[in-house]
């Protein structure tokens, strides 16, 4: 748990933060082997989250120190009809851990999908990374037995999207 007297807040990342978010996106992926994957950049990200508004992060600050984050944006479950709230990112670092601000960020994003009327709160999780499988099973989380995520990306999707020659309707270009 926290430490005595510390002062832990949670709050919607700013403009400002666009720094901060990378850092711990690059933090992020090097915890996860994955560091030679991270191409984003502070310009890409300012347009993405501030302008485009296509996710949006909550910071931790503990004594006004960043301590980790969480991006997170919404779906839509055609069987409940309803959005949902899907966590892509959460990180906390390594130094901060040990204070339930993993638990404190997700408590959060628990609070805003039920403000938010949202049927369900997803995320994806390493195989390999039995700490944080073991955590989510402690709160109630259930895995998704059965499912398998599949992905296009980079010249498969550009090609793959090129492949339908119709115009379409109401579809802004």
């Given at each position: ?48 989250l501030f ?107 550009k090609t ?14």
């Amino acid at each position: 748990m926290s430490q005595l007297n510390e002062t832990i807040i949670i709050r919607l990342a700013k403009e400002e933060d666009v720094a901060l978010i990378l850092d711990f996106i690059k933090r992020l992926a090097e915890y996860e082997k994955l560091a030679g994957e991270v191409v984003a950049t502070e310009a890409v990200l300012y347009d993405s989250l501030f302008v485009k508004k296509a996710a949006e992060v909550l910071i931790c600050e503990v004594d006004d120190k960043p301590a980790g984050f969480a991006l997170f944006f919404h779906n839509f479950s055609t069987f409940i009809g309803k959005r949902g709230l899907y966590l892509e990112d959460l990180f906390v670092k390594p130094e901060m851990r040990g204070r339930g601000l993993g638990k404190l960020l997700l408590t959060a994003l628990g609070k805003i999908a039920n403000e938010r009327d949202c049927g369900r709160m997803e995320w994806s999780c390493l195989d390999w990374n039995q700490p944080s499988i073991d955590f989510y099973r402690y709160i109630g989380a259930v895995p998704m037995d059965g499912w398998t995520v599949y992905r296009l990306e980079g010249d498969t999707l550009k090609t793959f999207g090129e492949d339908n020659p119709w115009k379409i309707e109401g579809l802004e270009d």
